[in-house]
T-cell receptor
Framework: GDSVTQMEGPVTLSEEAFLTINCTYT??????LFWYVQYPGEGLQLLLK?????DKGSNKGFEATYRKETTSFHLEKGSVQVSDSAVYFC????????????FGTGTSLTVIP | DGGITQSPKYLFRKEGQNVTLSCEQN?????MYWYRQDPGQGLRLIYY???????QKGDIAEGYSVSREKKESFPLTVTSAQKNPTAFYLC???????????FGPGTRLTVT
């Protein structure tokens, strides 16, 4: 079945450091891929998405490229800020399973000044 | 503004009582979902509904019940049969044939 695997945290970085959070997926069809962010005590917010192979999603300095050959959608940011501290979830939606969403377990990021 | 509302933000109940969590959306989405999130954990699907008057069990439906009488509303009842009900509950919705899934702000339920 469909699934998402993302790197375990927690991740702690200094301000202005480079961020990578790895995400790989398994899907029967051609899924859409997403990154969501969750701040403490809140719901999830869409950060970026990509709907087909080689698409790059980007938002607020974050980027992720849909790599079909490696079934990956790694999240990157060149220079993190304290305000980026949150939990990040990788997710997929697959038309073959009625657009059911599958989420990774989340990666907690803390950025220290 | 369109979105998903969940109420209340915090809910406290005594063990043995049923409690209903509210979820309303004005996005005209067909599909709605309930997830449970425990501290430091990911999301686990409780129930979902793709259309009015129809819903399916997710991965952890035991001890929960739902109804979908209106397109806008998908309330979740946590029954006394749920052994560990204390958690953060998230409601979400999306258009049936497309992503993105949108989330409400969540309800934190504490049962003592």
């Amino acid at each position: 079945g469909d699934s998402v695997t993302q790197m375990e945290g927690p991740v702690t970085l200094s301000e202005e450091a480079f961020l990578t959070i790895n995400c790989t997926y398994t899907a029967t069809g051609y899924p859409s891929l997403f990154w969501y962010v969750q701040y403490p005590g809140e719901g999830l917010q869409l950060l970026l998405k990509a709907t087909k192979a080689d698409d790059k999603g980007s938002n607020k300095g974050f980027e992720a490229t849909y790599r079909k050959e490696t079934t990956s959608f790694h999240l990157e940011k060149g220079s993190v800020q304290v305000s980026d501290s949150a939990v990040y979830f990788c997710a997929l939606s697959d038309r073959n399973t009625g657009n059911q969403f599958y989420f990774g377990t989340g990666t907690s990021l803390t950025v220290i000044p | 503004d369109g979105g998903i509302t969940q109420s209340p933000k915090y809910l406290f109940r005594k063990e043995g009582q049923n409690v209903t969590l509210s979820c309303e959306q004005n996005l005209n989405h067909d599909a709605m979902y309930w997830y449970r999130q425990d501290p430091g954990q990911g999301l686990r699907l409780i129930y979902y509904s793709q259309i009015v008057n129809d819903f399916q069990k997710g991965d952890i439906a035991e001890g929960y019940s739902v109804s979908r009488e209106k397109k806008e509303s998908f309330p979740l009842t946590v029954t006394s049969a749920q052994k560990n009900p204390t958690a953060f509950y998230l409601c979400a919705s999306n258009a049936r044939d497309r992503g993105v899934q949108y989330f409400g702000p969540g309800t934190r339920l504490t049962v003592t």
